[in-house]
């Protein structure tokens, strides 16, 4: 299997993307929490105070995440019975009347606490970083590792999939093709429920992913859903099985369309024909620069910025971050992704 680069970058070990079980026994009385998002909805017109004894009486449907306002959830799909982690943070804030800008974001466990810092930093600075506060929402896996790469793989990749060998020797066969799937969860299932937990502007909710949550984003535009007003792709896997991408995007384009189109695309300097310096001269030197040039994320991604910017009612932008390599580049991808959801003044270009 051509693996997706942030499986390739990662330290694997045995046991890796084996759901925590423990995590899938929390008590879920009711899959959808038919008396949390009400209850929920009332703290944030509450003081600080009540906010927090409201929440706290939610236990144990809604857990503490170990980070500032921020709760998760594990959400059980009345669709299939499979379960999805969602971290949440609200700011104490009072919300705006239209409600709350929404940034939601996929492998949420490897990037919720990244995704908090940079928000609360720079909303509490807004006229030197033109970023205000919102809600974050960051869908996960019951797993206490920071990727499910089993999960992901299927989840975050578009169809019609194949199936690949196991990640580890006896472990399970990888399957792909399990997008639209997810898409349906978050737009039938995670929004919905999202909306009780705070009051969100339906109109400014942006989606953001990484490597494969990149390339979800993109499957996700193309596939024509309004879900979401604004996009952030960050070093998607555009090549993942034959490029196939680019088949949605042709079709995207070709549909005539009464939307405005806002996207970041992004990719890190090595991305491209050449290692991170560091890279050289090591075992695993060649292999990488060989998947590295199948990929050619800074290419596909720069292409693909240039031809949707063509289109009428088009707002894309794509940027290269010097020095970073494919997982290095994260923490600038997710500051890049608040300052676009969060953002209190439009600014062309």
Same mark, same amino acid.
């Given at each position: 299997?051509? &693996?997706d680069p942030a499986v390739q970058e990662g330290d694997r070990r045995s046991g890796v993307g084996n759901v925590d079980k423990r995590s899938q026994q929390s008590p879920l009385h009711d899959p959808r929490f038919s008396g949390f998002p009400t209850a929920c909805a009332t703290t944030w017109h509450a003081t600080e105070a009540e906010r927090t004894r409201v929440l706290d009486g939610l236990q144990p449907m809604l857990h503490p995440a170990g980070l500032a306002q921020t709760r998760f959830v594990? /959400?059980?799909? &009345?669709?299939?019975?499979?379960?999805?982690?969602?971290?949440?943070?609200?700011?104490?804030?009072?919300?705006?009347?239209?409600?709350?800008?929404l940034l939601v974001i996929t492998?949420?466990?490897?990037?919720?606490? =990244?995704?908090?810092?940079? /928000?609360?930093?720079?909303?509490?600075?807004?006229?030197? =970083?033109?970023?205000?506060?919102g809600v974050i929402a960051a869908i996960g896996y019951p797993t206490g590792d920071a990727y499910d790469p089993l999960r992901r793989s299927f989840d975050l990749s578009p169809p019609p999939g194949r199936s690949y060998p196991p990640f580890v020797e006896g472990g399970a066969e990888v399957l792909t093709g399990g997008a639209h799937r997810f898409l349906q969860f978050l737009e039938g299932e995670a929004l919905p429920f999202l909306d009780g937990v705070?009051?969100?502007?339906? =109109?400014?909710? =942006?989606?953001?992913?990484?490597?494969f949550g990149g390339l979800f984003a993109l499957h996700t535009l193309f596939s024509g859903s309004e879900a979401f007003s604004r996009f952030v792709a960050a070093s998607p896997t555009i090549y993942w099985e034959d490029a196939g991408l680019l088949d949605s995007e042709r079709r995207f384009t070709a549909l005539p369309r009464d939307r405005d189109l806002v996207l970041h695309l992004s990719a890190g300097e090595y991305e491209g024909g050449a290692l991170a310096p560091f890279q050289y001269g090591r075992e695993d030197t060649e292999k990488r620069l060989a998947n590295a040039l199948t990929a050619r994320t800074l290419d596909l991604s720069r292409e693909m910025a240039e031809r949707l910017s063509a289109l009428p009612r088009a707002r894309v932008s794509y940027e290269v971050y010097p020095g970073e390599t494919h997982m290095t580049m994260l923490p600038i991808a997710v500051s890049r992704a608040v300052r676009t959801a969060f953002q209190i003044h439009t600014v062309e270009g």
């Amino acid at each position: 299997m051509s &693996e997706d680069p942030a499986v390739q970058e990662g330290d694997r070990r045995s046991g890796v993307g084996n759901v925590d079980k423990r995590s899938q026994q929390s008590p879920l009385h009711d899959p959808r929490f038919s008396g949390f998002p009400t209850a929920c909805a009332t703290t944030w017109h509450a003081t600080e105070a009540e906010r927090t004894r409201v929440l706290d009486g939610l236990q144990p449907m809604l857990h503490p995440a170990g980070l500032a306002q921020t709760r998760f959830v594990d /959400l059980k799909s &009345e669709r299939d019975g499979e379960v999805w982690r969602v971290f949440i943070y609200v700011p104490l804030d009072e919300p705006p009347p239209g409600g709350w800008p929404l940034l939601v974001i996929t492998d949420g466990n490897a990037m919720i606490a =990244t995704a908090v810092d940079a /928000l609360r930093v720079q909303s509490s600075y807004p006229a030197s =970083t033109n970023v205000g506060p919102g809600v974050i929402a960051a869908i996960g896996y019951p797993t206490g590792d920071a990727y499910d790469p089993l999960r992901r793989s299927f989840d975050l990749s578009p169809p019609p999939g194949r199936s690949y060998p196991p990640f580890v020797e006896g472990g399970a066969e990888v399957l792909t093709g399990g997008a639209h799937r997810f898409l349906q969860f978050l737009e039938g299932e995670a929004l919905p429920f999202l909306d009780g937990v705070a009051p969100i502007d339906p =109109t400014r909710r =942006t989606l953001f992913g990484h490597s494969f949550g990149g390339l979800f984003a993109l499957h996700t535009l193309f596939s024509g859903s309004e879900a979401f007003s604004r996009f952030v792709a960050a070093s998607p896997t555009i090549y993942w099985e034959d490029a196939g991408l680019l088949d949605s995007e042709r079709r995207f384009t070709a549909l005539p369309r009464d939307r405005d189109l806002v996207l970041h695309l992004s990719a890190g300097e090595y991305e491209g024909g050449a290692l991170a310096p560091f890279q050289y001269g090591r075992e695993d030197t060649e292999k990488r620069l060989a998947n590295a040039l199948t990929a050619r994320t800074l290419d596909l991604s720069r292409e693909m910025a240039e031809r949707l910017s063509a289109l009428p009612r088009a707002r894309v932008s794509y940027e290269v971050y010097p020095g970073e390599t494919h997982m290095t580049m994260l923490p600038i991808a997710v500051s890049r992704a608040v300052r676009t959801a969060f953002q209190i003044h439009t600014v062309e270009g």
